[in-house]
């Protein structure tokens, strides 16, 4: 379980990166409140260093939180010390009773386990749910990248600075995302170097999955007033009552 989002890019991702996951908690509490879901279990699939978990624990919600990354898991047991954290695939981790799911950016489009099998999770997740439960995700879709062309870009932030250069397989609808870390360390910077897949899906094609499983889907660009990056797409699905 350490071989994305180790220590440094999880650091960095939790102090550099916060914005996704903060920007659109605020929607997603609405959508629980206009889903009359205003108690209960919220299993945060994909949990990283636990900003969305945070938000809804303040919410007066139960939250379970998955992530593969023991160190994404690490920071956010300090961070919402009172939920409850599993390192496990999301793909894997068994899915208790619950009111409501969510997992937002981009979580199950990621390459890290071989049993990546969204049909299956969509099965889990419904079966999870009570009625009247919901589904709130979001994933990326093809056009992340102008074909025949890679970027490359950088950010950087106190004591640290992060690379990264993506390149997409329009055929094989994969995106390739190579991350460089430099983080200083005493007098030092030290730097590491993840790899990370992830498979593109058409939103019509996942909501079409998701119906299949007997979901009623709504689709979104937005969390509330926060707008999702260029060929993303949100989605609440929601087991009838």
Same mark, same amino acid.
């Given at each position: 379980?350490?071989?994305?989002?180790?220590? %440094?890019?999880?650091?960095?991702?939790?102090?550099?990166?916060? %914005?996704?996951?903060?920007?659109?908690?605020?929607?997603?509490?609405?959508? /629980?409140?206009?889903?009359?879901?205003?108690?209960?279990?919220?299993?945060?699939?994909?949990?990283?260093?636990?900003?969305?978990?945070?938000?809804?624990?303040?919410?007066?919600?139960?939250?379970?939180?998955?992530?593969?990354?023991?160190?994404?898991?690490?920071?956010?047991?300090?961070?919402?010390?009172?939920?409850?954290?599993?390192?496990?695939? /999301?793909?894997?981790?068994?899915? *208790?009773?619950?009111?409501?799911?969510?997992?937002?950016?981009?979580?199950?489009?990621?390459?890290? %386990?071989?049993?990546?099998? +969204?049909?299956? /999770?969509?099965?889990?997740?419904?079966?999870?749910?009570? *009625?009247?439960?919901?589904?709130?995700? %979001?994933?990326?879709? *093809?056009?992340?990248?102008?074909?025949?062309?890679?970027?490359?870009?950088?950010?950087?932030?106190?004591?640290?600075?992060?690379?990264?250069?993506?390149?997409?397989?329009?055929?094989?609808?994969?995106?390739?995302?190579?991350?460089?870390?430099?983080?200083?360390?005493?007098? +030092?910077?030290?730097?590491?170097?993840? /790899? +990370?897949?992830?498979?593109?899906?058409?939103?019509?094609?996942?909501?079409?999955?998701?119906?299949?499983?007997?979901?009623?889907?709504?689709?979104?660009?937005?969390?509330?007033?926060?707008?999702? *990056?260029?060929?993303?797409?949100?989605?609440?699905?929601?087991?009838?009552?």
């Amino acid at each position: 379980m350490t071989q994305w989002y180790k220590e %440094d890019l999880a650091f960095i991702h939790d102090v550099g990166f916060s %914005d996704y996951a903060l920007k659109s908690a605020p929607g997603i509490l609405e959508i /629980l409140h206009r889903s009359k879901i205003g108690e209960g279990l919220v299993v945060d699939l994909g949990c990283g260093s636990g900003l969305l978990t945070q938000e809804l624990a303040k919410a007066d919600y139960r939250v379970l939180g998955v992530d593969i990354s023991e160190s994404m898991i690490a920071i956010a047991r300090q961070r919402v010390p009172d939920a409850e954290f599993r390192v496990e695939s /999301l793909f894997k981790v068994d899915i *208790p009773t619950c009111n409501a799911v969510t997992s937002i950016g981009e979580c199950l489009n990621y390459l890290f %386990d071989a049993d990546n099998t +969204h049909l299956e /999770l969509f099965d889990r997740i419904y079966s999870a749910l009570i *009625p009247g439960g919901v589904f709130i995700f %979001d994933i990326a879709e *093809p056009g992340q990248v102008t074909p025949g062309n890679s970027t490359k870009g950088f950010i950087e932030g106190e004591n640290w600075i992060v690379l990264v250069e993506k390149e997409e397989d329009r055929e094989q609808r994969t995106l390739n995302r190579r991350i460089i870390t430099f983080r200083k360390l005493g007098e +030092h910077y030290r730097r590491d170097d993840e /790899l +990370h897949r992830l498979r593109l899906y058409k939103s019509t094609d996942i909501a079409e999955d998701l119906r299949q499983v007997g979901f009623c889907v709504e689709k979104m660009r937005s969390y509330g007033q926060f707008h999702l *990056p260029k060929a993303h797409t949100a989605f609440v699905a929601r087991k009838p009552r």
